[in-house]
């Protein structure tokens, strides 16, 4: 029998409500595909501060490397935003992703046709889309040396080794290949240096992959032509910064942060978690919408550890209950037929995915 381990993360706010939903769903489809799960729980973020006075405890940190693959929630709250920046639960999954070498962030933005009044755009621009944003995770600015805030002046430093950008790009071309062949590698390559390294290493790259067509675009010009024409986009391939920037504003497209989920990969491990937060304000109440992590687990089985025919299956099941109109509170006023609790939805899904 195939057997994984999965560290478990649920972290703060709704992240253990949305998280044991796709348990649920999990368990549901191994069997059915006859593999088997194994999970171990792990503290991080808000809910790790208060028990070890530290967002991310090394157990935590050990528990994630020696998995084969990590099932995470959220964290976060307000409850801890007056710590220090190094106590904060945001500064937790910083260390978290450093510490795992995922620097590639996967982030599918599909458009169900059944929510496409859900999006403020409008439908004949949303109608298809089909996208993936791969975000560079762990270098660029955000990570960049030197930076300082100092009384008068404060700055950072966007740096990109060649072997960083070669590596991100190996994983969009090889993604692409699996997809419809289109790779759009975003930079500021008429203003900064380090893009214009981005870029020609880029073109190196595509080389190895003459089946995929690369197209360049600056970060500018992207985030307009995501709201023009998003259905023109494949693979989007960008840095840190620019990915983090361009992968929300391409959330949007679906219309609800509450649907997409998120992988983050290195050579080594894999962190699948939704694009949102710990949503504070809606914790608790059963309200939560658990379908980002629920297809986040659909990615993990896909990606991590090659069970495609349970993802399918999943992935399935999540356009159905769609379909048939049961939404949570969050998509209520979209051709809603009835709404149903957090728990009700990971039931549901888990119920169809088990269908033959
Ligand atoms: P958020 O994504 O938590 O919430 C934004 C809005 O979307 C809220 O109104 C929330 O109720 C709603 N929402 C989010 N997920 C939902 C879901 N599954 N179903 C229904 N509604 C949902 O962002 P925020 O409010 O800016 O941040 C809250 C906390 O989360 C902060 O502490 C922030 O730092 C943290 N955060 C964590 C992560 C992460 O863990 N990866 C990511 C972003 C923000």
Aim: glycine share 8%; net charge negative; no cysteine.
């Amino acid at each position: 029998m195939r057997k994984y381990k999965i560290a478990v993360i649920k972290g703060d706010g709704i992240g253990p409500e949305i998280v044991d939903e796709a348990i649920k769903v999990l368990d549901a489809v191994s069997v059915k595909e006859g593999f088997e799960l194994s999970y171990k729980e792990y503290l991080m973020g808000g809910a790790a501060y208060d028990v070890f006075g530290d967002p991310l405890p090394e157990e935590t940190v050990e528990g994630a490397k020696n998995a084969d693959a990590i099932l995470f929630g959220a964290i976060g709250g307000e409850k801890w935003d007056s710590l220090p920046r190094d106590k904060r639960p945001e500064t937790g999954l910083l260390k978290l992703r450093k510490a795992l070498g995922v620097y590639a962030n996967l982030r599918p933005v599909t458009v169900y046709d059944e929510l496409i009044n859900a999006s403020t755009l409008k439908p004949e621009v949303i109608k298809g889309v089909d996208l993936l944003v791969v975000r560079e995770l762990i270098g660029g600015i955000y990570f960049g040396q030197p930076r300082a805030f100092e009384e008068d002046r404060a700055y950072n430093t966007m740096v990109y080794t060649k072997a960083e950008i070669e590596r991100i790009a190996k994983i969009a071309f090889e993604i692409a290949q699996k997809r419809r062949l289109k790779v759009t590698s975003v930079d500021k390559a008429n203003v900064l240096e380090v893009s214009q390294l981005w870029r020609e290493t880029v073109e190196e790259v595509a080389k190895d992959y003459p089946e995929v067509t690369l197209e360049h675009m600056y970060v500018d010009n992207a985030a307009m032509q995501l709201v023009r024409d998003p259905k023109q986009f494949d693979v989007i391939l960008t840095g840190n910064i620019f990915g983090d920037i361009l992968s929300d504003e391409a959330s949007m497209l679906s219309g609800s942060i509450g649907l997409l989920p998120s992988a983050s990969v290195g050579d080594k491990h894999g962190l699948y978690e939704p694009i949102h937060g710990s949503a504070p304000d809606i914790a608790g109440q059963g309200i939560a919408n658990p379908i980002a992590t629920i297809a986040s687990a659909s990615m993990m089985l896909r990606y991590q550890v090659g069970e495609d025919k349970a993802a399918d299956r999943i992935d399935r099941a999540i356009k159905r209950v769609l379909k048939e109109g049961y939404r949570t509170k969050d998509l209520s006023g979209f051709d809603a037929k009835e709404i149903v609790t957090t728990n009700e939805m990971g039931s549901l899904i888990a119920q169809y995915a088990s269908e033959d």
